[in-house]
Structures are given as structure tokens and as C-alpha cells.
């Protein structure tokens, strides 16, 4: 069972993943990274039943550090998978942005961003130190397990609202995180960059294809 995360802005890419796993003999669970989605996950995996992680969407981790609707995350989110010893690849799907709902509303200091109204929920645009310090929360947890993780990153764009032509487009800022990241990340995590936006399908088949490499070198160790 391999452990997959999304949200609505990236859900496109997971639905791709579903098929491309089953093609290699694994099965899909999904995971909604609202808050409890990506916390639920990381409980099974301390359960033992997930064999590999393709954490797409760490968007929690966003919304954590910005009071956005889905934080509330805990402190193991990312961590899980290394401590178990299963391999995770990581990609920032959902980090270009902070959401809100009618629960959890816009605060006014945000109201002049870019936003991308997604349904009754809205994404708002992170900026430049924002994204510095998301990668530096990101690359302390990566690094604990630096021999099991393997960085993807699509370089046009981490969710529907950060596509050229959309809201939240804006691959000036997407960069400084992935600088940012790239700078602080232990040397044994590979950093890959695919000049394609996180919902085009060879995103998707790159980052399975990995992953089984990484399930099929720890089963011959």
C-alpha cells in the first residue's frame, strides 16, 4: 500500500497516480491533506501498513505556519516514514498558497493577495519570506531521514491555482523555496526538477517510477 496525498488544487495528479501504481502491483491510499487527512496518514504508517509515501501535497505544513484551515497538524507530519524506515518522495504540491473557509476566514492583512477561489474555500498567495520559511521548516524534517527521501519538483507550478495564466501563478516565488530548500537539504537527498506543473501526468509517472526504485532497492539491501 503506498501512501498518497492531495487536495483539491492537486487532486488531478493523484487520480494519474492511481493507475501508474496499479500497473506495478501497488495499491493506492489516499490521503486529503485537510489537517486530519495528513495526520491520519502518518498514523498508519507508524502502524506499519503503508509500504512508501508520495507526499504531493504537504500543503498542511503551509497552513500550519499561516493559521489557515487545514493547520492543527502536530509534529510528525513528514517525519513518519523515515522513523519507520520506508521511503517517502516529496514534492511541494500546495505550498504556493494558505487556505480559508467560512470557518476559518481571511485574515484582513491577507485580503489584498492573489487568491484563487477553489469552491466555498479560497488560496492565497505566499510571498517570498513566507516561502523561505516554509523550506527551512521542511528541510529540518526531511533531513532526519535523509537516506530514505528523494525530492520532486515540478517547476511550472504546485497547484491548479499556480498554473501559468491562473491566480497564484507566480514561479519567481516557487523558486525561492526550492533555492531555499535545495541550500538546506542534507547532500544525500536527491533534488529532482521537472519543467512541468504538478497535475501533468509525467509528473506523476516520474514520481512512481522513483518511488518503486526506492521500495525495490530497500527489498534487495
Do not use: Q
Amino acid at each position: 500500500i503506498i501512501g498518497v496525498t492531495a487536495y483539491g488544487p492537486t487532486s488531478h495528479c493523484a487520480v494519474i497516480t492511481e493507475k501508474l501504481l496499479h500497473e506495478k502491483g501497488y495499491e493506492m491510499m489516499g490521503f486529503h491533506t485537510n489537517g486530519c487527512g495528513g495526520m491520519a496518514m502518518e498514523e498508519m504508517i507508524a502502524d506499519g501498513k503503508i509500504s512508501g509515501v508520495l507526499d504531493f501535497t504537504p500543503h498542511e505544513i503551509a497552513d500550519e505556519m499561516m493559521g489557515g484551515y487545514c493547520k492543527g497538524i502536530g509534529s510528525s507530519r513528514l517525519e513518519t516514514a523515515g522513523r519507520m524506515g520506508i521511503p517517502l518522495v516529496f514534492s511541494p504540491g500546495g505550498l504556493d498558497n494558505v487556505a480559508f473557509g467560512p470557518s476559518c476566514p481571511i485574515p484582513r492583512k491577507l485580503l489584498e493577495r492573489n487568491i484563487y477561489n477553489h469552491d466555498h474555500r479560497v488560496c492565497v498567495r505566499l510571498i517570498p519570506s513566507e516561502m523561505e520559511k516554509l523550506a527551512s521548516i521542511i528541510a529540518v524534517k526531511l533531513n532526519k531521514s535523509p537516506k530514505l527521501t528523494h525530492v520532486l519538483i515540478p517547476t511550472k507550478g504546485w497547484s491548479e491555482g499556480d498554473r501559468d495564466g491562473m491566480p497564484l501563478f507566480d514561479l519567481k516565488t516557487d523558486s525561492i523555496f526550492t533555492k531555499r530548500l535545495k541550500k538546506l537539504l542534507h547532500s544525500d537527498i536527491p533534488v529532482e526538477e521537472m519543467n512541468i506543473h504538478i497535475n501533468d501526468p509525467p509528473f506523476a509517472k516520474k514520481a512512481v517510477e522513483i518511488l518503486d526504485g526506492m521500495i525495490r532497492g530497500l527489498k534487495f539491501c
